[in-house]
């Protein structure tokens, strides 16, 4: 008997949301290749999922829960069964909550699944138990805070318009590694005549793609901006009429900001040459219907949300919104077409409970909060790799006093810490309901192949913990597949009933936003706000990094790579060797003034952290940036910590977001002993 094709959705923290044909074979997963039927794959899947069978099929996957034997850290654990497992959990949190009430339990999650039912699973768990909420603003809430103070809740425009462009602007986003369909769609405009833009802080392999990179300092982006309006409106580039009709606060702007905006006076805080901004500038303003593809890259700084509402503002004095392929794109929001909250059930919340931010563990875990986190339980996540200042991270999960459950795939950097780890299927073995937000669709899909060893999903956990804590609460007893159903089967402009039967037969679907994008503000004031006084700085302006205040002479960026997705993919052999390792980028006239050489051991520090790295002395990167690539799990990094032990735990200007990117460093040949003092 040949392999059986199932369909099946990619489960991972992208845009796309592919849909995937899955061949099984005597209960194994033995092919993964892209749907052709599907409208944004069309048979197309990344370097990373091109081979998923072999990380569902690792032989690192962890089959059986496990109980901690050695210190915490070591990762030595002995098998247990599954009730024992939940028997222990529910007592240690039975203990700890009539000790320390609910809120000493914290839920750890993110977006190891982005499935809408095993994402959210633990929401009606912690709900009920009284745990504290976590505030989950790790990846880019400035982005979302940013668009909305501009565009309030106007949906995004079509993704696919970027193929109507003449100008298609890639802004801190490197589409080659984490958005390879709307590269495709860019190159299609290319073709077209197009001309590509990359904005970047360093050359990444979008960059090489395109037909001018600019690179920039790191948070940099506002000031560009800036410094290009001002051109426009210096120049008689605004559209005065599109402006008249569409937008308010724009002549406040052009008297109160834009003058002291000048390409000079931009130059420094965005790091390219007046000349270059004029040219920016310009050629904006000439193209018909620019499309600026902005990314999360650019957000994740002090100033991001601020970075972010600055660049909404230039398609709005260009009028570039009234013509096809014109605008700003920074993400679909398809929330609506799902009651999520028949999932996440707040209604189980007897008191809205404390939250706690994601990315501020460190301090949650060993501040003076009261009452303290007693109890850490992760789900979907890997916190010791992915989650700012590894280093307070780290000394929280040491903490002996501490009862931390990991319910994960593989043993991960967090999972080595737990004193009871559960192991977790992967998406081929569950079902789930997934939507996408780099574009508008939507697709449900049904384990393709058996559980790996003793693994269960998210939500079947949870159903466990609910009965062993002798709650008989229904709900707990449905099936994930219950769930989808409850997802479905409810009335929206979102979908009609012929697109929910198709959903249900597993069939990609698109999803049709009930309003139309450009022309249809959804603002308070129905117009496009340059000016927006519900926000703490009513006009946008220039606002400086937090590492811009740190003393240390090097911007250090961490950035993504094509061969792995935050921490995961980590596991597979050959996506690792293609990663080539965990080095820093650093220019060659700041590895001279250093005495560094390419391939040398570095170690970068600041007041947080002391990280080592490989060192590639490369003209990729500019003076004064060092640029490394992927969140590497500790055994496979030079030192003893990762990139996160130099990145902080301070937030962004809006959204509460994290600041991975907004980090200075100083490098060096030998160790210099963490928690140094800035220089100058
Ligand atoms: N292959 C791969 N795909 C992924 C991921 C992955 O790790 N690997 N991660 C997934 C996730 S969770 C997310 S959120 C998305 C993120 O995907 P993107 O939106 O592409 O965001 P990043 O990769 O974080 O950053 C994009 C680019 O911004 C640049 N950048 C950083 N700071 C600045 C700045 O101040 N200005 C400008 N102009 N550029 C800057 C970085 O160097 C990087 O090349 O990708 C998803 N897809
Ligand atoms: N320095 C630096 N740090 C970063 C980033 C960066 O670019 N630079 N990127 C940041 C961004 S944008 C994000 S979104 C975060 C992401 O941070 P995380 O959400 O923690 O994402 P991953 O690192 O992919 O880890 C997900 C884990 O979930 C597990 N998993 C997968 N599926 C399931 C499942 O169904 N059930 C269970 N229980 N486990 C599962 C996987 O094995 C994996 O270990 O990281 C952030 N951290
Ligand atoms: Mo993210």
């Known amino acids: 008997m040949g392999p059986n094709i199932v369909r099946s959705v990619c489960p991972y923290d992208c845009p796309d949301t592919c849909g995937m044909l899955v061949e099984v074979e005597d209960g194994r997963a033995v092919r993964v290749s892209g749907d052709p039927g599907h409208p944004t794959t069309r048979g197309l899947l990344c370097p990373k999922m091109n081979h998923y069978e072999r990380t569902v099929h690792s032989p ?59 994402r959210n699973s633990g929401h009606p768990f912690f709900h009920k138990l009284g745990a504290s909420r976590l505030e989950r603003t790790i990846c880019s809430p400035a982005k979302d805070a940013g668009w909305k103070a501009v565009m309030g809740d106007t949906p995004a425009m079509e993704p696919t318009e970027m193929e109507q462009s003449d100008l298609v602007i890639l802004w801190g986003i490197n589409a080659v590694a984490t958005s390879i369909h709307a590269m495709r769609d860019a190159q299609a405009a290319r073709r077209r005549g197009a001309r590509l833009w990359a904005i970047d802080t360093y050359r990444t392999p979008t960059c090489e793609a395109a037909d001018d990179a600019f690179i920039v300092r790191p948070g940099g982006d506002g000031a560009l901006a800036l410094g290009m309006m001002h051109v426009m409106v210096r120049d008689g580039l605004a559209d005065r009429a599109f402006i008249r009709d569409n937008v ?10 834009l003058p002291d905006c000048a390409p000079e006076r931009m130059s420094a805080a965005c790091g390219l040459p007046a000349a270059v901004i004029e040219r920016m500038a310009r050629e904006f303003a000439a193209a018909k219907a620019p499309f600026i593809r902005l990314g999360s890259g ?30 700003v794109f920074t993400g679909t929001s398809t929330g609506a077409a799902f009651p999520l909250h028949r999932v996440t059930r707040e209604d189980f919340m007897a008191r809205p409970t404390r939250l706690l931010s994601m990315n501020q563990l460190g301090a949650a875990l060993t501040g003076l909060d009261d009452p303290p986190v007693m109890s850490l339980y992760v789900y979907h996540s890997n916190p010791a790799s992915v989650t700012p200042d590894q280093n307070a991270v780290i000394k929280g999960l ?50 393709a192949i058996p559980p790996v060893g003793e693994a269960r999903s998210n939500w079947e956990v949870f159903s466990l913990l609910a009965m062993g804590m002798g709650w008989d609460e229904p709900f707990f007893r449905l099936s994930a597949d219950d769930l989808v159903e409850q997802l479905l089967d409810f009335d929206t402009p979102w979908r009609d009933r012929e697109t929910t039967q198709r959903l249900r037969d597993g069939e990609p ?61 980590y596991e ?41 790295f490989a060192l590639k002395v490369t003209e990729r990167v500019p003076v004064g940036t060092v640029v490394t690539e992927g969140v590497w799990w500790r055994e496979f990094c030079p030192g003893e910590r990762g990139v996160n032990a130099l990145t902080s735990q301070r937030l962004t200007d809006g959204g509460r977001g994290s600041t991975l990117y907004d980090v200075a460093v100083e490098v060096r040949g030998e160790r210099i002993g963490i928690g140094i003092t800035p220089v100058g």
């Open 60 to 118: 690192r996957r962890l089959t059986t829960p496990l109980m901690r034997t050695g210190p915490k850290g070591e990762g030595r654990f002995e098998p247990v069964s599954w009730s024992e497992a939940i028997e222990r959990i529910c007592s240690c949190w039975k203990g700890l909550i009539s000790s320390y009430g609910g809120e000493c339990v914290l839920p750890y999650s993110y977006a190891g699944t982005m499935g809408l039912v095993q």
């Open 248 to 257: 308010l606060g724009f002549e406040e702007f052009a008297e109160k900001v």
């Open 298 to 327: 650019l957000t994740r700084y002090g100033n991001g949300a601020m970075t972010v509402r600055t660049i909404a503002c230039l398609p709005a004095i260009s009028g570039a919104w009234q013509r096809p392929g014109g605008g």
């Open 398 to 447: 040491e903490r002996n006093d501490l009862f931390t459950v990991v319910h994960e795939r593989f043993l991960t950097d967090t999972a080595r810490y737990a004193d009871i780890v559960l192991p977790a299927t992967s998406s081929l073995e569950q079902s789930d309901l997934y939507r996408c937000y780099g574009g508008y669709h939507s697709q449900r899909c049904s384990a």
């Open 509 to 569: 679907v698109p999803l049709t936003p009930p309003s139309e994008a450009k022309g249809d503000w959804k603002t308070l004031s129905g117009r496009i706000e340059i000016r927006n006084d519900r926000e703490a700085e009513p006009l946008p302006r220039l606002l400086p990094t937090h590492a811009a205040g740190d003393g240390f002479p090097l911007r250090l960026q961490s950035a993504t790579t094509t061969f792995a997705l935050n921490s995961s993919f």
């Open 572 to 612: 597979q052999e050959d996506l690792r060797s293609k990663q080539g390792g965990m080095a820093l980028m650093m220019h060659p006239r700041d590895a001279a003034e250093r005495g560094l050489a390419d391939g040398q051991r570095v170690m970068a520090c600041n007041g947080l952290g002391e990280v080592e």
